[in-house]
């Protein structure tokens, strides 16, 4: 059978298109995680849309015009990180080993070419042994490991939770530890701003990473955007003589995934550290959800294994690890030389 690939863009891809995409890319997801719970379409289109990137996507279609494999390609809006491309690629389990992935991977060659790009960037899990060997083959090398860790919420120690929160004033004076649900207000956003462009540059990373400038103004995008899908609760830890927020730990779910707390970060500065603000904040942001949430049944957090500190925190909560996620990088040059062996 033969295949093409057909560039499509969301915005203006009718609904039954974008529909037959969305369900490869879950049916993908449940490999990767099989306690995923599918995206509907309204949440597809929002969580893949955020701002901070240009991407160009791609489908490949069979003979019949069925949706056969996907790919995302995509790189940062700011100038940062100029010599990456980073790359997407999903293939329909049923038509894997039939050079699919192969013609993605060209595919995204030419547009890194096209953009004077060197370096692309790709990513799998090891919950998927054909993305690992896929990854392998092709020369790429592991330059990031995010082990995803999970908590049964029952497992929670509430106690544990209670006395952390109840600790941070003494452990941390001269700091508050404020607490925030749903959408940010647009005081925090500056120093918002300011707490991601440390994640940035501070977090484990390939490198040669470059961290982008984040302003308000972009944190004010990702709020219209993958705020509107999820329910927020955030404990941000503010220094209170000159009120600047030095740390934060936020809480996510889905709401049509209400099983699911999502991590999505926990960060101090690091001019700030060693008084236990981390755990103030979880214990804070913890005890909330607890409060506020019902239907959860665990919480997920992702975290590079080389994170001792934050490692240590959950490990105290009793997160236990469940898969690995990795980002792996190949030289254009390289991947090209594994294409052109492929189709000679």
């Given at each position: 059978?033969?295949y093409?690939?057909?560039e499509?863009?969301f915005?203006?891809?009718?609904?039954?298109?974008?529909?037959?995409i969305?369900?490869?890319v879950?049916?993908?997801?449940?490999?990767?995680s099989?306690?995923?719970?599918?995206?509907?379409?309204?949440?597809?289109r929002?969580f893949?849309?955020g701002?901070?990137?240009?991407?160009?996507r791609?489908r490949?279609?069979d003979?019949?015009?069925r949706?056969?494999?996907?790919?995302n390609t995509?790189?940062?809006?700011?100038?940062s990180d100029p010599?990456?491309?980073?790359c997407?690629?999903?293939?329909d389990?049923e038509v894997?080993r039939?050079g699919i992935g192969?013609?993605?991977l060209?595919n995204a060659i030419?547009v890194?070419?096209s953009?004077g790009?060197n370096t692309?960037q790709?990513?799998?899990?090891?919950?998927?042994p054909?993305a690992?060997?896929?990854?392998?083959?092709?020369g790429?090398?592991p330059?990031l490991?995010?082990?995803?860790n999970?908590?049964k919420?029952?497992d929670l120690?509430?106690?544990?939770m209670n006395r952390?929160a109840?600790e941070g004033?003494s452990?941390?004076?001269?700091?508050?530890?404020d607490?925030y649900?749903g959408?940010w207000p647009?005081?925090i956003?500056?120093g918002m701003?300011?707490?991601?462009?440390?994640?940035?540059?501070?977090s484990p990373q390939?490198?040669?990473h470059?961290?982008?400038?984040?302003?308000?103004d972009l944190?004010?995008q990702?709020?219209?955007?993958?705020m509107?899908?999820?329910?927020?609760?955030?404990?941000l830890?503010?220094?209170?003589?000159s009120?600047v927020p030095?740390?934060m730990?936020?809480?996510i779910?889905?709401?049509?995934?209400l099983s699911k707390w999502i991590?999505?970060?926990?960060?101090v500065?690091?001019?700030h550290?060693?008084?236990?603000?981390?755990?103030?904040?979880k214990?804070?942001v913890n005890?909330a959800?607890?409060?506020?949430?019902?239907?959860?049944?665990?919480q997920e957090?992702?975290?590079?294994q080389?994170?001792?500190?934050?490692l240590?925190i959950n490990h105290?909560?009793g997160?236990?690890h469940?898969?690995?996620?990795?980002?792996s990088?190949v030289?254009v040059?390289r991947?090209s030389?594994f294409?052109a062996a492929?189709?000679?």
């Open positions: 059978m033969s093409r690939i057909e499509v863009a915005e203006d891809l009718p609904e039954d298109e974008l529909a037959e969305l369900a490869l879950n049916r993908g997801s449940h490999e990767e099989p306690r995923h719970v599918n995206l509907t379409l309204d949440e597809f929002m893949s849309t701002p901070g990137f240009i991407q160009r791609f490949v279609v003979e019949t015009g949706v056969v494999a996907f790919s995509r790189y940062h809006d700011d100038g010599e990456v491309l980073m997407q690629i999903r293939v389990a894997r039939q192969t013609l993605l060209g030419g890194a070419r953009l790009r692309l790709l990513y799998h899990y090891d919950t998927v054909a690992a060997a896929f990854i392998e083959v092709i790429a090398k330059v490991q995010m082990h995803v999970t908590l919420l029952d120690d509430v106690e544990l952390w109840n004033p452990k941390a004076p001269g700091y508050r530890a607490l649900e959408r647009e005081e956003l500056e701003a300011r707490l991601y462009f440390i994640l940035d540059r501070d390939a490198e040669g470059e961290p982008r400038e984040w302003t308000a944190i004010r990702f709020l219209d955007t993958f509107a899908g999820v329910d927020s609760l955030m404990a830890a503010v220094h209170e003589e009120g030095v740390g730990s936020q809480l779910r889905r709401r049509t995934d991590v999505t970060t926990t960060m500065d690091p001019d550290r060693g008084k236990s603000l981390g755990r103030w904040i214990g804070v005890l959800a607890l409060d506020r949430w019902e239907g959860g049944v665990y957090t992702a975290n590079a080389i994170n001792a500190p934050m240590a105290e909560m997160f236990e469940e898969y690995t996620f990795f980002e990088e030289s040059d991947a030389e294409v492929r189709q000679n």
